[in-house]
């Protein structure tokens, strides 16, 4: 674990990875997120899912500020990110993402993608960069594929190199935005493998997802959203086997297709 | 002996306007008809005509305006019409036009879908008909925005025929400039011009531009 | 007809229009290179500069593209000079084939950046790149091979257009068509092997930029 505590950070292992108080985010008159109030400790895994337009994505897209929003607090390991551009530089080296579309760059082999950041962010050098690169494909189960640019993967592959990508900048959270929404059904299974393996290593993540199998598997808690607000948050046992709102039970019996 | 930069200095530049308008005119006239011919060449069953047009279109299109002004202009000569700016330019002007309008307005039949004529030789129509009532009308209506783009480029082209000594606006300038030498506010006044002309044919082809690419996104 | 061309006056005057030529090919790719920069530049600034920024810009691209060529070198050449600004004639025409293809090849590079899809930037802020390193890194490339095509005609066109800076005396391949001509006195025939000369350069450039396209984007795309 990271031992370097920046100025103005509070030096305990116990703070959570996440807070969010009061949070409003609007666009235009769109009320998209409605006083979240949300506390994510570390190494715990959130599934969060809703029917589209709930404002799930924007509230984890909040957490690395894709999303700026307009009233409340957002720390993020210490750091107060609604405090200025600074701490949102830093909250983003300690974040990492996955996108629903993969967004791997096109004109980069695998290897590249992985190494951008470590190089032009973390300033370091060119060796050093790739074997990192090539322990995180390694890990993802794809080192053979370094040398090829993402047009040529499938999207299961550009999606396990996304997440390489995102693991090698040595994330203290990692958020993922429906990673498996765009793929061809057959491969959606290799991703969530890759994303229970990580979860094993205790990870803290926060999951946009409807893959309600990996959320009872890997879920420390799953949060139901519906227009912009939290309507209920329970452990996986409780959220599927009792769940106390309406609207999470017709949810529920949508995606489930009963 | 240097004139002072006055009214009548002003006047004369001013004035020249027309003679630009005219030769563009023509050109664009001369250039309609040319690449009306080039267009359909290009587009044409007979192959021979095809690469005919292919290679006008290359030739004018691969070669500076300039050096074709140049090529007219010494080439009447030696044909014997003697030294003749007017018609060297109208003519250099109206050929090079004809290549690039020709152009523009193939990509414009090709644009039209294949089943229009498809459809049209099921009904029988012969060639003049097809084109004439069925693919060209449906040309046009593309072709109007990248037309009134190209005449932009054509009204730019003429001040080229200053170099032959034809008496246009750039002529013009280049004429008070040398009586004056107050280059700044002559070619700024030049330049003024030249922008009055071509800026609301550039604002009414993109406004064209932007209002078909709506139509067609329906 | 009676006349007889005499191509002889031209072929014994041929290194100099090798030099001229030499001095087209400078300008058009001194053109290019700084041309591009300052579009790109321009661009960048037209997609997420401020507004007075943008304003400048468009300023900028219409003024050029509103206006003759001829007029501009002329403006750069005889004009500059009453603000204190003095080129030599060589020098004007590489400032003002500069300037006005920037203009032109700004507009190509803009319509490249909005091609980018928005996901690309956000995966680059997600990574900690800063908007100018996700500018460098991540959209020049792909913006660039998507309008290769435009903006390498547009390099033709310059190359064409750089003819016309025979005029303030500079001394590229139409100026010494220029020279040769007052000499010799057979006009048509320097002219004509002229053009041919600029023919062949058009082809030999769409030839030269299709290798570079092949070596700089080798990289495939999605289906």
Same mark, same amino acid.
């Given at each position: 674990?990271?031992?370097?505590?920046?100025?103005?950070?509070?030096?305990?292992?116990?703070?959570?990875?996440?807070?969010?108080?009061?949070?409003?985010?609007?666009?235009?008159?769109?009320?998209?997120?409605?006083?979240?109030?949300?506390?994510?400790?570390?190494?715990?895994?959130?599934?969060?899912?809703?029917?589209?337009?709930? *404002?799930?994505?924007?509230?984890?897209?909040?957490?690395?500020?894709?999303?700026?929003?307009?009233?409340?607090?957002?720390?993020?390991?210490?750091?107060?990110?609604?405090?200025?551009?600074?701490?949102?530089?830093?909250?983003? !080296?300690?974040?990492?993402?996955?996108?629903?579309?993969?967004?791997?760059?096109?004109?980069?082999?695998?290897?590249?993608?992985?190494?951008?950041?470590?190089?032009?962010?973390? *300033?370091?050098?060119?060796?050093?960069?790739?074997?990192?690169?090539? !322990?995180?494909?390694?890990?993802?189960?794809?080192?053979?594929?370094?040398?090829?640019?993402?047009?040529?993967?499938?999207?299961?592959?550009?999606?396990?190199?996304?997440?390489?990508?995102?693991?090698?900048?040595?994330?203290?959270?990692?958020?993922?935005?429906?990673?498996?929404?765009?793929?061809?059904?057959?491969?959606?299974?290799?991703?969530?493998?890759?994303?229970?393996?990580?979860?094993?290593?205790?990870?803290?993540?926060?999951?946009?997802?409807?893959?309600?199998?990996?959320? !009872?598997?890997?879920?420390?808690?799953?949060?139901?959203?519906?227009? *912009?607000?939290?309507?209920?948050?329970?452990?996986?046992?409780?959220?599927?086997?009792?769940?106390?709102?309406?609207?999470?039970?017709?949810?529920?019996?949508?995606?489930?297709?009963? | 002996?240097?004139?002072?930069?006055?009214?009548?200095?002003?006047?004369?530049?001013?004035?020249?306007?027309?003679?630009?308008?005219?030769?563009?005119?023509?050109?664009?006239?001369?250039?309609?008809?040319?690449?009306?011919?080039?267009?359909?060449?290009?587009?044409?069953?007979?192959?021979?005509?095809?690469?005919?047009?292919?290679?006008?279109?290359?030739?004018?299109?691969?070669?500076?305006?300039?050096?074709?002004?140049?090529?007219?202009?010494?080439?009447?000569?030696?044909?014997?019409?003697?030294?003749?700016?007017?018609?060297?330019?109208?003519?250099?002007?109206?050929?090079?036009?004809?290549?690039?309008?020709?152009?523009?307005?193939?990509?414009?039949?090709?644009?039209?879908?294949?089943?229009?004529?498809?459809?049209?030789?099921?009904?029988?129509?012969?060639?003049?008909?097809?084109?004439?009532?069925?693919?060209?009308?449906?040309?046009?209506?593309?072709?109007?925005?990248?037309?009134?783009?190209?005449?932009?480029?054509?009204?730019?082209?003429?001040?080229?025929?200053?170099?032959?000594?034809?008496?246009?606006?750039?002529?013009?300038?280049?004429?008070?400039?040398?009586?004056?030498?107050?280059?700044?506010?002559?070619?700024?006044?030049?330049?003024?011009?030249?922008?009055?002309?071509?800026?609301?044919?550039?604002?009414?082809?993109?406004?064209?531009?932007?209002?078909?690419?709506?139509?067609?996104?329906? | =007809?009676?006349?007889?061309?005499?191509?002889?006056?031209?072929?014994?005057?041929?290194?100099?229009?090798?030099?001229?030529?030499?001095?087209?090919?400078?300008?058009?790719?001194? /053109? =290019?290179?700084?041309?591009?920069?300052?579009?790109?530049?321009? /661009?960048?600034?037209?997609?997420?500069?401020?507004?007075?920024?943008?304003?400048?810009?468009?300023?900028?691209?219409?003024?050029?593209?509103?206006?003759?060529?001829?007029?501009?070198?002329?403006?750069?050449?005889?004009?500059?000079?009453?603000?204190?600004?003095?080129?030599?004639?060589?020098?004007?025409?590489?400032?003002?084939?500069?300037?006005?293809?920037?203009?032109? /090849?700004?507009?190509?590079?803009?319509?490249?950046?909005?091609?980018?899809?928005?996901?690309?930037?956000?995966?680059?802020?997600?990574?900690?790149?800063?908007?100018?390193?996700?500018?460098?890194?991540?959209?020049?490339?792909? /913006?660039?091979?998507?309008?290769?095509?435009?903006?390498?005609?547009?390099?033709?066109?310059?190359?064409?257009?750089?003819?016309?800076?025979?005029?303030?005396?500079?001394?590229?391949?139409?100026?010494?068509?220029?020279?040769?001509?007052?000499?010799?006195?057979?006009?048509?025939?320097?002219?004509?092997?002229?053009?041919? =000369?600029?023919?062949?350069?058009?082809?030999?450039?769409?030839?030269?930029?299709?290798?570079?396209?092949?070596?700089?984007?080798?990289?495939?795309?999605?289906?």
């Amino acid at each position: 674990m990271s031992n370097t505590s920046p100025e103005g950070r509070a030096d305990s292992a116990h703070m959570p990875a996440v807070t969010m108080e009061g949070v409003e985010k609007y666009y235009g008159t769109f009320h998209a997120l409605k006083h979240i109030d949300l506390t994510v400790a570390r190494g715990e895994k959130i599934v969060v899912c809703g029917p589209s337009g709930s *404002g799930k994505s924007t509230l984890i897209r909040c957490v690395n500020q894709l999303e700026a929003v307009q009233e409340g607090r957002i720390v993020v390991d210490g750091i107060e990110l609604t405090a200025g551009p600074k701490n949102v530089e830093q909250v983003r !080296r300690d974040v990492g993402m996955v996108f629903q579309q993969f967004n791997l760059f096109p004109h980069m082999t695998v290897l590249r993608n992985c190494m951008l950041a470590l190089m032009k962010v973390r *300033g370091i050098a060119r060796d050093e960069a790739e074997a990192t690169a090539r !322990r995180f494909l390694e890990r993802v189960k794809i080192p053979e594929q370094a040398e090829k640019y993402p047009a040529q993967l499938s999207g299961g592959q550009q999606q396990r190199v996304a997440i390489a990508r995102a693991l090698c900048m040595n994330p203290k959270i990692m958020l993922f935005d429906e990673p498996t929404s765009a793929l061809d059904p057959e491969m959606v299974k290799e991703v969530l493998d890759t994303m229970i393996d990580l979860a094993r290593e205790g990870m803290t993540m926060m999951v946009v997802t409807h893959e309600m199998g990996f959320a !009872r598997q890997v879920a420390d808690r799953v949060i139901f959203m519906d227009r *912009g607000e939290i309507v209920e948050i329970a452990g996986p046992t409780e959220f599927f086997g009792n769940p106390r709102h309406e609207r999470t039970r017709t949810f529920l019996g949508q995606i489930t297709g009963h | 002996m240097i004139r002072p930069f006055g009214i009548d200095e002003i006047l004369f530049i001013v004035a020249a306007v027309q003679w630009t308008l005219a030769l563009s005119a023509i050109a664009f006239a001369g250039g309609a008809i040319g690449g009306l011919v080039v267009a359909l060449a290009r587009v044409s069953q007979v192959r021979a005509l095809r690469y005919l047009a292919l290679g006008y279109v290359r030739l004018f299109q691969g070669t500076p305006l300039l050096m074709q002004l140049f090529l007219v202009y010494f080439g009447l000569n030696i044909f014997g019409a003697g030294i003749n700016p007017w018609l060297a330019a109208s003519l250099a002007l109206t050929l090079h036009a004809s290549a690039f309008l020709g152009e523009i307005w193939r990509g414009c039949i090709e644009a039209v879908p294949s089943g229009q004529s498809e459809a049209s030789w099921a009904l029988g129509l012969g060639y003049v008909d097809r084109m004439k009532s069925i693919v060209l009308p449906q040309a046009a209506k593309i072709a109007v925005a990248p037309t009134v783009g190209f005449l932009v480029q054509l009204i730019k082209g003429t001040s080229l025929a200053s170099i032959i000594g034809f008496v246009e606006l750039t002529r013009a300038g280049q004429i008070i400039n040398n009586a004056t030498f107050v280059p700044f506010k002559v070619f700024g006044l030049v330049a003024i011009l030249y922008f009055v002309l071509c800026w609301p044919l550039s604002l009414l082809a993109r406004w064209m531009e932007r209002r078909f690419a709506v139509a067609t996104r329906r | =007809m009676d006349y007889q061309l005499k191509f002889a006056p031209v072929f014994d005057n041929f290194g100099h229009l090798l030099s001229g030529l030499l001095v087209t090919l400078e300008l058009s790719f001194g /053109a =290019m290179l700084l041309g591009t920069l300052v579009a790109i530049v321009c /661009a960048a600034g037209k997609t997420g500069g401020p507004r007075p920024v943008r304003w400048i810009i468009d300023v900028y691209i219409e003024v050029i593209r509103n206006t003759p060529f001829l007029i501009q070198i002329f403006f750069i050449f005889f004009g500059l000079p009453a603000l204190g600004i003095r080129f030599s004639p060589n020098t004007a025409a590489l400032v003002a084939l500069t300037v006005n293809v920037g203009a032109y /090849a700004t507009e190509i590079i803009r319509a490249g950046i909005e091609s980018i899809q928005k996901g690309q930037v956000e995966a680059g802020t997600a990574l900690g790149l800063k908007p100018v390193q996700i500018f460098r890194y991540i959209i020049v490339k792909p /913006a660039l091979r998507t309008v290769y095509p435009a903006l390498t005609s547009q390099f033709i066109y310059l190359m064409l257009t750089s003819s016309v800076v025979s005029v303030i005396s500079a001394t590229d391949l139409a100026a010494a068509g220029n020279d040769i001509q007052s000499q010799t006195f057979a006009s048509f025939e320097v002219y004509l092997v002229i053009t041919a =000369m600029y023919l062949v350069l058009s082809i030999a450039f769409s030839g030269l930029f299709s290798l570079v396209e092949r070596m700089a984007f080798n990289y495939p795309l999605s289906r």
